[in-house]
T-cell receptor, first 110, second 113 residues
Framework: QKEVEQNSGPLSVPEGAIASLNCTYSDRGSQSFFWYRQYSGKSPELIMFIYSNGDKEDGRFTAQLNKASQYVSLLIRDSQPSDSATYLCAVISGGFKTIFGAGTRLFVKA | SQTIHQWPATLVQPVGSPLSLECTVEGTSNPNLYWYRQAAGRGLQLLFYSVGIGQISSEVPQNLSASRPQDRQFILSSKKLLLSDSGFYLC????????????FGPGTRLTVL
């Protein structure tokens, strides 16, 4: 059974701090890794994707991938109250199927 | 640009009644299409995916079925709803490459009473 694991949280950080969200996956053959943000009652929206080991930066967001450790993370710099949401880690593991983690709830305190 | 539509947005149905949810995609051709269900406070459960017209793969045995009558139309159905079918139903589209991300529709919140 291929799995994607995330700490359910909630993760609480003060406004302006760095939020660090982590995810592990079980299938070493996984090729593509994604972070989605989901506000309460809304559908998920893609915020980052990463395919290669290392860091990928996009504005305040940085995705980090370590295939040897089967670990992917998302850093949010200068966290804002509007970043409060559930963050879903997703992995494509063979074919077209994406496996989602259960998500980490993030609260940014003003 | 691509857009994805789902309807209805909310639905309240009695146990044993039928179900039909529709999803359409605009601005892309031959997309992969997906149906997910998200129970309250839970992650996304893949129900069906389709790589082409008439091609449906089922991930979870249940009383739901899916059909793809046109390239950019995906329908989720049930003949008789169960209480456990309540949840947030999400349709998504993705490209044909295994590297492509998925984009979600606005979702349908289904409550079975």
């Amino acid at each position: 059974q291929k799995e994607v694991e995330q700490n359910s949280g909630p993760l609480s950080v003060p406004e302006g701090a760095i939020a660090s969200l982590n995810c592990t996956y079980s299938d070493r053959g996984s090729q593509s890794f994604f972070w989605y943000r989901q506000y309460s009652g809304k559908s998920p929206e893609l915020i980052m994707f990463i395919y290669s080991n290392g860091d990928k930066e996009d504005g305040r967001f940085t995705a980090q991938l370590n295939k040897a450790s089967q670990y992917v993370s998302l850093l949010i710099r200068d966290s804002q109250p509007s970043d409060s949401a559930t963050y879903l880690c997703a992995v494509i593991s063979g074919g077209f199927k994406t496996i989602f983690g259960a998500g980490t709830r993030l609260f940014v305190k003003a | 640009s691509q857009t994805i539509h789902q309807w209805p947005a909310t639905l309240v149905q009695p146990v044993g009644s039928p179900l039909s949810l529709e999803c359409t995609v605009e601005g892309t051709s031959n997309p992969n299409l997906y149906w997910y269900r998200q129970a309250a406070g839970r992650g996304l459960q893949l129900l069906f995916y389709s790589v082409g017209i008439g091609q449906i793969s089922s991930e979870v045995p249940q009383n739901l079925s899916a059909s793809r009558p046109q390239d950019r139309q995906f329908i989720l159905s049930s003949k008789k709803l169960l209480l456990s079918d309540s949840g947030f139903y999400l349709c998504a589209w993705g490209g044909q490459s295994s590297y492509n991300e998925q984009f979600f529709g606005p979702g349908t919140r289904l409550t079975v009473l």
